[in-house]
């Protein structure tokens, strides 16, 4: 069902999200069958590479964006004023993030709110052996999922959505809601990451623990996260902006996945700008 004039065309809210994330990404998928699948709004999250040819072909084009936004600045006064304006949160917004913030606490404690250990410090509590540390990340990864569930349905409308896309959406998410809780307990001094009972383990032990290959990538992705300084109502926001992804392969109700999805990411823009104002070009990062 559209919901307007969206890049020079009527469209709906998911293909109006999906385009937008396309082009802002610069994105590039790919067809697994042979570039001429079905989309219809049964079938358009199965190949986001037709997905994406097919708003081309109707005429969806970032240009027309382009030419609205070079209207606006026109009025550059104007345009200050509303950049300011733009960082004010409404009620309604407020207590969404608040929300949002508390289910992610409540599932995640701080770095501070936990009694760190090593895997050498403590002959009671040590974890010397690979089979040991794999048992033990195994168990913790188990005890993660669990918390992202119940970080889930916390956020607002996740509970409305049928239980097949809530498994969908948690079994898509919860490796990257996993990496980017574990990537703020990131310490750069020792090059160490905290996990969710204190059990801290530097580079080598997180390869041996179950992170393989992907190690050196999680690190490197825990040290562009450090100048952003991120609270936990953006780390929360962010999770559940992952989390409420309409994209979803196999989704039943993706433009309903949508709809939660997009007053968070308005959420996120205009706390990130608010909180930084005189960085007013850190949301896109």
């Known amino acids: 069902k559209s919901s307007g004039y969206h890049y020079?065309?009527?469209?709906?809210?998911?293909?109006?999200?999906?385009?937008?994330?396309?082009?802002?990404?610069?994105?590039?998928?790919?067809?697994?069958?042979?570039?001429?699948?079905?989309?219809?709004k049964v079938t358009r999250n199965r190949c986001q590479y037709c997905r994406l040819q097919k708003c081309l072909e109707v005429g969806m084009s970032k240009e027309c964006e382009s030419v609205r936004n070079d209207r606006n600045k026109k009025k550059k006064d104007e345009k200050k004023q509303e950049c300011t304006e733009s960082y004010v949160l409404s009620p309604d917004t407020e207590q969404m993030i608040d929300r949002v913030r508390k289910a992610h606490k409540e599932t995640f404690p701080s770095l501070c709110q936990l009694g760190k250990y090593t895997t050498s410090n403590s002959s009671e509590r040590r974890v010397s052996l690979d089979v040991d540390l794999w048992d033990?990340?195994?168990?913790?990864?188990?005890?993660?999922?669990?918390?992202?569930?119940?970080?889930?349905?916390?956020?607002?409308?996740?509970?409305?959505?049928?239980?097949?896309?809530?498994?969908?959406?948690?079994?898509?998410?919860?490796?990257?809601?996993?990496?980017?809780?574990?990537?703020?307990?990131?310490?750069?001094?020792?090059?160490?990451?905290?996990?969710?009972?204190?059990?801290?383990?530097?580079?080598?032990?997180?390869?041996?623990?179950?992170?393989?290959?992907?190690?050196?990538?999680?690190?490197?992705?825990?040290n562009q996260l450090l100048p952003l300084e991120m609270d936990d109502a953006e780390t929360g926001l962010l999770s559940a902006i992952c989390l409420l992804c309409g994209d979803r392969q196999d989704l039943e109700e993706a433009e309903k996945v949508d709809v939660l999805q997009e007053p968070l990411l308005e959420a996120l823009k205009i706390y990130v700008r608010k909180r930084r104002p005189h960085k007013p070009h850190m949301f896109p990062k």
């Open 136 to 222: 033990k990340f195994s168990e913790l990864s188990t005890k993660c999922i669990i918390k992202t569930v119940e970080f889930a349905k916390q956020l607002p409308g996740f509970t409305t959505l049928t239980i097949a896309d809530q498994i969908t959406l948690l079994k898509a998410a919860c490796l990257d809601i996993l990496i980017l809780r574990i990537c703020t307990r990131y310490t750069p001094e020792q090059d160490t990451m905290t996990f969710s009972d204190g059990l801290t383990l530097n580079r080598t032990q997180m390869h041996n623990a179950g992170f393989g290959p992907l190690t050196d990538l999680v690190f490197a992705f825990a």
């Open 8 to 40: 020079g065309v009527s469209a709906c809210e998911g293909c109006k999200g999906f385009f937008r994330r396309s082009i802002q990404k610069n994105m590039v998928y790919t067809c697994h069958r042979e570039k001429n699948c079905i989309i219809n």
